[in-house]
């Protein structure tokens, strides 16, 4: 679930250069509409759906109407920050309004005992790791395998040279925001299934391990090259790559932006790196 | 009190946020270091006070002392967090860093019973003007607490309004234009922070004496949007400014919400509402109006005085060499 974490918040990042802090209250929102919907007699893998679909409308409707907007205004990268911290709250506490500070919980979703190669799960884990794995795997083909995925790609390494390809960037944006956020949801409602109890923190808590998640995994170039840049809003938006020469009669998108491709990969070995540094079980 | 404490906040990340850039989101962990000194160095033994909190050092130390104190590990805790976003990197990269600092700082502290008493945190920290009467210990500590706000803002005044506070801004402007001229970027935000960081620690030693104690969740990292918001709103880099903002955010805005009637199904209901403003308000000035109420007036310069030998005045760089 951090690894699932970890993919959207590099795909959000990679392909509009925004990180993300609300990114943990959308977490904890997932886990929320989840528990209500199983309240309504739900399934709770169909539950999961819903959620993780609703999030993911939610924060393609956050980058459309807040984030892309102030982006177009030149506000800085620190700027967005506070604006996403801001908005984490903001988001954070309608949750304590509606539902109250106290701890929820799905009750007894973990279903029977299973022994797999000496280790103990439960059918809960073992499905929630099935869907993990489905979801990284999908999304790697959708950046490797599809023209969309070979868009986003474009978009992440260099905005303006899409956009003169004929790349509707905006549309690709709001596209990415909308599988990360779907990504976001599942990953949220699945880590609230895998805990005893939750609360409105939830987000904030993974918030670390999922960073770090996306960090150790590497972003990929554009993340190594902005960071060793000084001072803000001094790259285009999308990350930004130096042109590079033209090959006459090869495609120039061939070659896969790994930043962006190799997401689901890295993510996984940064939440195995996270896992073994905390001395947890990887699942 | 609360409100001077706040200023005494509010100016020194201004000094760092505003005046030299450092986007620093893990400024509540200095704050937090100044009350836990305060109060380890003024609760006496752990073993003593019912011995049902645990922590270390345990001293009782004069009030000026501890002050002191609180300020010198502020200063430390402030250039060991600069510490870890020393490598040059994007502002929004170091936020993150500050965020992530903050957020393990509160982790570690609430896990470690032995260190301040894990996420119970400590209490029965004395008022240290308590011995003259109830009513007449809280004057003599509006009193501190106002000396302290007055001494403050003449110091940052001058800091920031001297060569260094020059020094800042260029920084902060372009740092490869600072860079280019001699200025060491690295050292210059570890000095801001230090500093911020000191001022952090003695608000945090003199609101744990008015609180009376100091846990975890005292100290979360929507703290330090508080404070920025309080520069966003009042103006960046303008200590008048941001004096005018810490009282439209903590006085109106999430003191002004206590007064709205409590609902008995939602307890923290106002509390919740609090923060949401909080978070509105930021969202609207940053979208609205990113420069505050009172922006930052730009520095004028005189035209540079003719030289009786015939050289040159004064040229631009000097402006920006401390």
Known sequence: MIALGAVDFTVQFGINSILNITYGSLTTLAAYLGHFLVGAHLSIWLALA????????????????????????????????????????????????????????YGEQSGATLHILGMTFTVAQVVSIAITAVLMLSLHLLLTRTKLGRAMRATSANRTLAQSCGIATDRISDIAW?????????????????????DFTLGSVFLIPMIAAAEPGGSGPALRRDAGRVGGGDQQPGGGRPLEPRVPGRDRLRDPDREVAGAPARALRGHLVVAAAAGMSPV | MYLGTDLLAAWSLNLEFGVAGVANLAYIVVIAAGAYTYAVLTLGPSSGNGGFQQYILGFRLPFALTVIAAALVGAAVGALIRVSGLKRLRQDYQGMVMLVVSLMAATVVGADGGLFNGQAGLSLVSNPFSGSGSAGGDWTYVGVVALACVVGYLLLRRFTGGPMGRTLRAMRDDEHAAAAIGRSVVN??????????????????????????????????????????AIIVGGMGNNVGVSIGTFVVYLLLLQGVQF????????????AF??????????????????????????RFGRPRADPAGGSGPGLSDSIRA
């Open chain 2, 260 to 271: 709205l009637p409590a609902i008995a199904s939602h307890p923290g209901l106002t509390e």
């Open chain 1, 178 to 198: 909308l599988i990360s956020g779907t990504l976001c949801g599942a990953a949220g409602v699945a880590l609230a299934i895998t805990v005893a109890t939750f």
């Open chain 2, 188 to 229: 210059l935000r570890l000095l801001a922070q230090a500093v911020g960081g000191a001022f952090g620690g003695v608000r945090g030693a003199l609101l744990v004496g008015l609180i009376g104690g100091w846990s975890p969740s005292s100290w979360a990292y929507p703290e330090t949007l508080a404070l920025l918001t």
């Open chain 2, 274 to 299: 609090g923060w949401m403003i909080l978070g509105v308000t930021t969202v609207a000035f940053v979208w609205l109006r990113p420069q505050g109420v009172f922006p930052e007036r730009r520095p």
């Open chain 1, 50 to 105: 819903i959620g993780a679909v609703m999030v993911g409308l939610a924060s393609m409707v956050f980058h459309r109407v807040l984030l892309a907007p102030l982006v177009r205004r030149g506000i800085r990268p620190f700027g967005l920050i506070v604006v996403t911290v801001a908005c984490g709250i903001v988001l954070r506490y309608v949750i304590v309004a509606v539902v109250g500070p106290t701890a929820q919980s």
